[in-house]
């Protein structure tokens, strides 16, 4: 990165690590948080080139006080904290002498490449953010899409970089010298969303999640470049929304929620800026089962409330019945009983309206077990584990065996509400099934709840169906 030049007044002592700003990072990556400050970033319009050395930068302590396109990007990341709160020194300790007043506001977006008040490298990062490709020398994301970049233009970097899903656009990437996309690269993009439903519904998503990086950034490329048609361009938005969703839902389901969040709200976005109903119904279905899952039950009712808004017009009863399983979510983590038993009522109402050619796409998934499987989620959470367990196994019976995934969501579920409510054999062989088909199922969410179930069924160690359990259980590889 470029960097002004250090001065006499700079300070000689050691770095001090950043361990808030470590914190914040959690479980993820270097290289996986840099990607998520890329996306919130592009949610405000900045333009930052992050890097994974650039966070070993912070983290390492080089970096106090950051410039003001990575203020503005870490506070939308973490809107309520100040930048002391981040780990971060107040600017007017670190300045220099040619800096401007202490209470002077940010500067408006600018294309400098290198924006410079006197600040040293070691104490204050300058403005080198604006590549939107990522050509810093460390940057994580891979050669050869820089390469195809260079040479052959945006349907090229869409062929190498919805490579890792089987899917290009037919024609060698150094042939490929267009400016403008059309109905090939919309009808690949389309293709990259089913081929990473498809997987996860086998797999899982935990495998999944870092090969979708980048098909998700080829989609945003293909918007930039533009189309000349607007049937085109309405494909491209629809297809990049969708593509966000399925990644959100991927870091979802792998533990990354605050990723997830990123996702869902980028893919929001892109359905308001481009007028699609549908897109934004989605959106903030998903929105709505994230907040669910990450123990914020109000924002979990209003974003279903949002998305039935949204989803009316559209004529698909099956859809507005999911939403209203996912409205009854919220009232349940919310412990709000009449609340969730209205909304369950609304959803099985309008699931026995059947399909209806208005049900979109991605909804394939939505049949009686996930209806079944949502309720049993919703009686669980208000602590009544004899019905709970009723509607799991139901689920899991009536699951399509295509979908492995779900399977094993359901009997983990069903595994657990047996435990705590007082049937640990039963709850033993029901854990004992999920742990067959985690060879074929990598979802950190349905291995979080096999350690929950695992807690509550210590006391009962002694049981030999629970030994069993337990000792397989114990011989998995640990979370990360």
Do not use: K
């Amino acid at each position: 990165m470029a960097s002004s030049a250090v001065t006499s007044s700079q300070s000689p002592r050691p770095p001090r690590p950043n361990l808030a700003f470590r914190r914040l990072r959690g479980q993820r990556s270097p290289g996986e948080f840099a990607a998520a400050v890329r996306r919130a970033a592009r949610e405000i319009e900045e333009r930052v080139s992050c890097d994974a050395r650039y966070i070993g930068r912070v983290e390492a302590g080089e970096i106090r006080c950051p410039n003001y396109a990575y203020e503005r990007v870490f506070l939308h990341m973490f809107p309520g904290r100040t930048l002391t709160d981040l780990g971060f020194s107040p600017r007017s300790s670190v300045r220099g002498r040619g800096a401007r007043d202490t209470d002077e506001a940010p500067p408006p977006h600018t294309t400098s490449p290198a924006y410079t008040t006197g600040e040293t490298e070691e104490t204050y990062e300058t403005y080198d953010t604006q590549d939107p490709y990522g050509t810093h020398e460390n940057h994580e994301e891979s050669d050869v899409q820089r390469r195809a970049f260079m040479t052959g233009g945006t349907a090229t970097v869409a062929a190498a970089s919805l490579g890792p899903f089987g899917i290009t656009f037919g024609a060698p990437a150094a042939d490929r010298r267009v400016h403008r996309v059309g109905t090939s690269e919309a009808g690949a993009l389309e293709e990259a969303v089913r081929r990473i439903r498809l997987l996860d519904d086998r797999h899982g998503a935990d495998g999944l999640y870092r090969r979708a990086a980048a098909p998700l950034r080829t989609a945003y490329e293909l918007l930039d470049a533009g189309t000349t048609r607007q049937t085109t361009a309405d494909r491209l938005y629809a297809g990049a929304g969708e593509l966000a969703i399925s990644v959100g839902w991927l870091a979802h389901d792998s533990g990354r929620f605050e990723d997830a969040r990123s996702h869902y709200a980028e893919a929001l976005a892109t359905a308001r800026m481009s007028g699609d109903p549908a897109l934004e119904a989605h959106a903030f279905c998903n929105t709505a089962f994230l907040a669910r899952d990450a123990g914020r039950p109000r924002e979990a009712v209003r974003a279903a409330q949002a998305a039935q808004r949204a989803a009316r017009p559209l004529g698909s009863p099956r859809l507005l019945s999911l939403l209203a399983l996912r409205e009854a979510g919220g009232w349940a983590g919310l412990a709000d009983r009449p609340g969730c038993e209205q909304a369950l009522v609304r959803a099985q109402t309008l699931f026995e309206r059947g399909p209806s050619e208005a049900d979109p796409e991605w909804m394939t998934f939505y049949g009686e077990a996930e209806l079944e499987g949502l309720e049993a989620q919703c009686w669980s959470t208000l602590g009544d584990w004899t019905r709970a367990a009723r509607h799991a196994r139901r689920a899991a019976h009536l699951q399509d065996p295509h979908f492995t995934r779900n399977i094993a969501l359901y009997t983990a579920e069903l595994a657990d509400d047996l435990a705590r409510g007082g049937r640990p054999d039963e709850a033993a062989l029901a854990g004992l099934r999920v742990l067959d088909l985690l060879g074929e199922v990598q979802s950190s969410r349905i291995q979080t709840m096999l350690a929950g179930t695992a807690r509550v069924l210590l006391p009962h160690r002694r049981a030999s169906g629970v030994s069993a359990f337990l000792e397989r259980h114990a011989s998995l590889p640990r979370i990360t």
